[in-house]
C-alpha cells in the first residue's frame, strides 16, 4: 500500500524554523519525484519546493527560495522541507506528494499524505 506520512508541523513564532518530514511506504522512494504543496483556508493549493530522483534537482517557489530547503534521504525513505525564518503568509496544511518528475504544478502528483499544520502567529 502505497503511503506517505507527513510530520513536523506545529505552532511557531515569526522566524523561527521547522523541519517537516514526509515518510515514504509501499513504493521505492528513489524511483519518484516528491513535491511538497501548501493550502492556506480559502486558498487553493500551491506548490513549494520539488526534489526529483534522477539528479537531485531541487526547485521552489519564488516566495520561499531562500527561506526552505528540500533534501532526502533515499535509504530512509524520507523526504525533508527544512523552513526557517517563516512568515505568518506561511501558515497553512502542508502536503507532501510523489511523481514521476518534478514540478511546482499539482498534475501529475500521483499519491499524496494527509497533510500536517503549521501555524506561524505570535
Known amino acids: 500500500q502505497v503511503q506517505l506520512v507527513e510530520s513536523g508541523g506545529g505552532l511557531v513564532q515569526p522566524g523561527g524554523s521547522l523541519r517537516l518530514s514526509c515518510a515514504a511506504s509501499?513504493?521505492?522512494?528513489?524511483?519518484?519525484?516528491i513535491g511538497w504543496f501548501r493550502q492556506a483556508p480559502g486558498k487553493e493549493r500551491e506548490g513549494v519546493s520539488c526534489i526529483s530522483n534522477s539528479d537531485g534537482s531541487t526547485y521552489y517557489a519564488d516566495s520561499v527560495k531562500g527561506r526552505f530547503t528540500i533534501s532526502r534521504d533515499n535509504a530512509k525513505t524520507t523526504v525533508y522541507l527544512q523552513m526557517s525564518n517563516l512568515q505568518p503568509d506561511d501558515t497553512a496544511v502542508y502536503y507532501c506528494?510523489?511523481?514521476?518528475?518534478?514540478?511546482?504544478?499539482?498534475?501529475?502528483?500521483?499519491?499524496w499524505g494527509q497533510g500536517t499544520q503549521v501555524t506561524v502567529s505570535s
Open positions: 506528494a510523489a511523481s514521476i518528475w518534478c514540478g511546482l504544478g499539482i498534475a501529475g502528483y500521483d499519491y
Open positions: 509501499g513504493f521505492y522512494l528513489d524511483d519518484y519525484a
